[in-house]
């Protein structure tokens, strides 16, 4: 259809839901975000979401230009909130530019929202290893071979790469890590618990660093 289509806007503009399934208050908080993103990080596992660790992760580059990628929750601490790339990718080079990153983890099944800000860095390469000596070995041959986020000529090219890493290292024979391979800790500034509600009016309870304490505050929906 075409997007002229008058019919297209309105159909659009009929998708709507009611959220009813459950309310948020201050008091059923966790003491801190990062129990409480456990919490609903259970809740989403245990209720059957798909790819329940799976997150919305957003960077600019040194231009402001913002872009957007679903990536995989692969640590989780008092520290902050880690996921693994290539530091030469797109949002990799972002974060060598801007170092900081918003996060949403878009739980739609459960009518709930997590949204993270705050700052990136890289973890410890030791730490990068053992998560990298954890991987199935497909995915160990998948990110070294990719020069991710670089124009390619077509898919072959990158499965002729693949074959060529699979015969380098045959056997059990161990992938090394790439050394612009490893993770990325986002160290949370803010992380807002959002849980719908009906008639558009939202719960929205937000964790807040202030100096070396966290406050939680509600926000208007």
Do not use: C
Not at 185 to 214: C, I, K, S
């Amino acid at each position: 259809m075409s997007p002229r289509d008058p019919l297209a806007a309105e159909r659009l503009a009929a998708m709507r839901r009611s959220y009813e399934r459950a309310g948020l208050d201050a008091r059923d908080l966790a003491e801190t975000w990062r129990e409480q993103l456990e919490r609903w990080l259970d809740d989403a596992q245990r209720d059957g979401i798909l790819e329940p660790n799976a997150m919305i992760l957003a960077t600019a580059g040194a231009d402001g230009a913002p872009a957007a990628r679903t990536v995989l929750l692969k640590g989780l601490d008092d520290r902050g909130l880690v996921f693994h790339t290539n530091a030469d990718s797109r949002k990799g080079r972002h974060l060598a530019d801007n170092p900081r990153a918003a996060i949403v983890f878009p739980w739609h099944e459960l009518q709930r929202q997590v949204l993270v800000t705050g700052a990136t860095a890289p973890i410890a390469p030791e730490d990068s290893d053992r998560y990298w000596a954890s991987r199935p070995r497909g995915s160990q041959i998948g990110s070294a071979a990719s020069h991710q986020s670089q124009v390619v000529a077509s898919r072959q090219v990158v499965e002729e790469r693949f074959a060529a890493l699979d015969r380098a290292h045959p056997g059990d024979s161990p992938i090394p890590r790439p050394p612009h391979w490893g993770g990325v800790r986002v160290a949370p500034d803010t992380v807002e618990f959002w849980q719908g509600r009906p008639n558009r009016v939202h719960d929205r309870l937000r964790y807040r660093r202030t100096g070396e304490r966290w406050i939680v505050e509600r926000l208007e929906p």
